[in-house]
């Protein structure tokens, strides 16, 4: 998975608790992750739970 090279893709920006954001932060540092590779696994993770919620209600985005 990885992350792509500076400049392919758009960047997402957001504010989250500062309780949550430094749990978040912690777990990440302690599997030798960094916070975008684990955001990006949590919103595949939840992308794929709402696919299989709601079937073919909800169809890909187009690629960019």
């Keep these: ?19 949550l ?7 990440a540092e302690a599997e030798g992750r960094t916070p975008s590779d684990a955001l ?10 709402k696919r299989r919620q709601h079937g073919a209600e909800v169809s890909p985005a187009p690629v960019e």
């Design 21 to 27: 954001r430094d749990e978040f932060e912690a777990l």
């Design 1 to 19: 998975m990885g992350r792509p090279a500076t400049g392919q893709t758009k960047v997402m920006g957001f504010r989250p608790p500062k309780q």
């Design 40 to 49: 990006i696994e949590a919103m595949h993770d939840w992308v794929s739970k």
